[in-house]
């Protein structure tokens, strides 16, 4: 069985940094890119941050760009997000995603078959 497990949210203070884990189990995703998407309420799911199966490449939405960083082992089959300068704006539920085909496009949530079932971000003011 293939899982997801996000970990890490946490309520903070606007300035301030966190770490999101994801650990996947069921199979390996090292041939796969991986991403991050979150979900403030009320709003749509987006797109975070994704990253390439070997690690060079990284894509960002503008909103964190420069804040924001992805990273992934794969020898561990963990995925993580380190999110610095915090703003209240990024408080949502954040989302670890993996597709099953290689090719796709990175931002679209279409393109991941496999989700975790979040972790919350309270960033406050």
């Avoid at 964190?64 to 992934?72: L, W």
């Amino acid at each position: 069985q293939v899982q997801l497990v996000e970990s890490g949210g946490g309520l903070v203070q606007a300035g301030d940094s966190l770490r999101l884990s994801c650990a996947a189990s069921g199979r390996s995703f090292s041939t796969v890119a991986m991403a991050w998407f979150r979900q403030a309420p009320g709003k749509e799911r987006e797109f975070v941050a994704a990253i390439t199966c070997t690690g060079v490449t990284t894509y960002y939405a503008d909103s964190v760009k420069g804040r924001f960083t992805i990273s992934r082992d794969n020898a561990k089959n963990m995925v993580y997000l380190r999110m610095n300068t915090l703003k209240p704006e990024d408080t949502a539920v954040y989302y670890c995603a993996a597709p099953t085909r290689e090719a796709i496009v990175i931002q679209l949530i279409s393109e991941y078959d496999y989700w975790g079932q979040g972790t919350q971000v309270t960033v406050s003011s």
